[in-house]
């Protein structure tokens, strides 16, 4: 069994972040992981987007032609990676600051108003943590436990505060 999934959106939306607690997630949970980001040339503002693949079999090729799954957080990455979602497969889109347009019929597409959630929890920058609530449930080998310790032992020990707040915010998206 393996997760194929894209994440995008402009550098400082937590694009990375979200690649890297899905990698930390398979990897306590002592899955095969392959993170690959992906950087614009401006970095914070530019473009940037990452590739994660998780199983429970060897990977044998990091390269992801078409993802089971994705997360994208702003207008140019829909644009962008709404094509490299296979059919039957899973979009969760920023529907706070993303127009869905025609989208596609052959997939599920989750409208997440992720900016609107993170407004009202306090802190904008989860935006990205509400919309991995939302796509938590459509992976196959991971689940909420795994995440919250990946957040642990990523930000848990640094920043305790921030554990929280994203807890918070992966469970709004979950609700949504």
């Known amino acids: 069994m393996m ?9 400082g939306q ?3 972040f979200i690649g890297k607690i899905l990698a930390y997630s398979g990897m306590l949970g002592s899955r095969e992981i392959c993170w ?9 503002g530019g473009t940037a987007n990452c590739s994660v693949i998780i199983a ?3 990977i044998h090729s990091p390269v992801i032609e078409l993802a089971d799954a994705g997360i994208v957080l702003n207008q140019p990455s829909y644009e962008k990676f709404l094509p490299r979602i296979k059919p039957g497969g899973v979009l969760v889109v920023n529907s706070s600051i993303i127009d869905l347009g025609a989208g596609r019929q052959d997939i599920e597409i989750i409208p997440v108003p992720a900016s609107d959630i993170a407004n009202q929890i306090g802190n904008p920058s989860l935006a990205n943590m509400v919309c991995l609530g939302a796509l938590l449930d459509k992976l196959t080998l991971l689940d909420m436990a795994s995440v919250e310790k990946a957040l642990d032992a990523v930000v848990g020990k640094k920043k305790p505060e921030l554990y929280g707040l994203n807890v918070t915010a992966i469970k709004r998206g979950m609700g949504n």
């Open 3 to 11: 997760d194929k999934v894209l994440l995008a959106g402009f550098g």
């Open 14 to 16: 937590g694009v990375m």
């Open 36 to 44: 690959i980001p992906s950087y614009g040339p401006e970095m914070r």
């Open 56 to 58: 429970d079999e060897e």
